[in-house]
């Protein structure tokens, strides 16, 4: 099967740092701190290059925290640790947002302010910052996953975990794009589970593709799912007839991008993103409101919308189309 498709969208992945103006010594009294799923993987290490540029720039303490293990019961018990720490702000990318929900509420009640990325369903959240409209995303993944496997067939999605919100959403938007214009793709079972672990998704992609071997496509949502698929497929030989695309970095997938055992991968730039919400936290804490038209001063970012299921979310536009052919591009 020739897997070849056209990069419908393409954007620069290089971060543009918000200019903090002069320094004071209420500048150096704040201190941030941004709770993410887990550390230890590509995608985080990323976005903590991006808070740490952020810090110098602005010489404001902003700083990463995470377990090495997606747990959301690790991450509530983080989060209130920095609620008892008194700090400035607090920026979240959530394993589970209703449970992350109660403890945002408590950091609010606290007086400190809270936005998540990654979250398009919190209801605490002082805000929600999204690279991008999660639906679109996930509809233009099912245009490049339809195209690559000849508008027919079957697929199978994954989701680093179950109660990812958008995770679910992206999978949600593909399905609804394969239904409203690809009649002949079809998923076969529910959203598949990876617990945000490569050797997770291989291990389930071997047995899925024993239970359906006719199966022709599979969709990543974590970062490491693409990672497990494509080895899997590379390990039975099936890079040439199983089109595999997803959510990851060129870090991450070169080798396997090379090989045709993935064929294309979907990002934004994680250092942006959590630049993106070190802004928000600044504007929110000068006692201004996120509104939509604002330019949050990171590329991707700079007319925000809202999202029309939750007013307190907003969406740039910064996804990345990425095959083998232009991965060198990105040094991400």
């Not at 403890?103 to 809270?114: L, P, Q, S, T, Y």
């Not at 239904?179 to 899925?208: F, H, I, Q, W």
């Not at 700079?302 to 740039?316: D, L, Q, Y």
Request: charged share 20%; hydrophobic share 45%; with cysteine.
């Amino acid at each position: 099967m020739k897997k070849t498709t056209k990069v419908i969208a393409l954007a620069a992945a290089t971060a543009m740092l918000v200019t903090a103006g002069t320094v004071t010594s209420s500048a150096a009294k704040k201190r941030y701190v941004i709770s993410v799923k887990l550390i230890g993987v590509g995608w985080f290490d990323n976005m903590d290059k991006g808070i740490k540029a952020w810090a110098k720039q602005t010489k404001i303490d902003a700083s990463m925290t995470g377990a090495t293990d997606a747990s959301p019961e690790k991450q509530a018990k983080m989060v209130e640790d920095l609620i008892a720490q008194k700090v400035t702000g607090i920026g979240i990318v959530p394993n589970d947002v209703a449970s992350i929900d109660g403890v945002i509420k408590k950091a609010k009640k606290a007086g400190i302010k809270v936005v998540t990325h990654e979250a398009a369903g919190s209801k605490q959240a002082d805000a929600n910052i999204e690279a991008f409209n999660n639906a679109a995303y996930g509809a233009v993944m099912m245009d490049n996953l339809a195209t690559c496997m000849g508008n027919s067939g079957k697929y199978v999605a994954f989701v680093g975990t179950l109660t990812n919100g958008s995770h679910n959403e992206w999978v949600a938007g593909a399905l609804a794009q394969a239904k409203a214009k690809y009649p002949n793709v079809t998923r076969v079972v529910d959203p598949v589970e990876s617990k945000e672990d490569a050797d997770v998704a291989y291990n389930k992609t071997k047995e899925l593709l024993k239970q359906y071997p006719d199966i022709k496509g599979f969709e990543g949502s974590s970062a490491n799912d693409v990672v497990g698929i494509g080895r899997a497929v590379e390990e039975l030989g099936k890079q040439n007839s199983i089109c595999v695309m997803g959510t990851s970095i060129p870090s991450m997938t070169n080798k396997l991008l090379a090989t045709g055992a993935i064929d294309k991968i979907f990002f934004w730039d994680s250092a942006l993103a959590g630049q993106a919400m070190l802004n928000m936290l600044e504007i929110l804490n000068k006692g201004k409101k996120i509104k939509a038209g604002m330019s949050l001063n990171v590329k991707g970012y700079e007319k925000i919308t809202v999202s029309k299921a939750n007013p307190r979310s907003f969406e740039g536009a910064a996804w990345v189309i990425v095959d083998k052919n232009n991965a060198s591009k990105y040094n991400i």
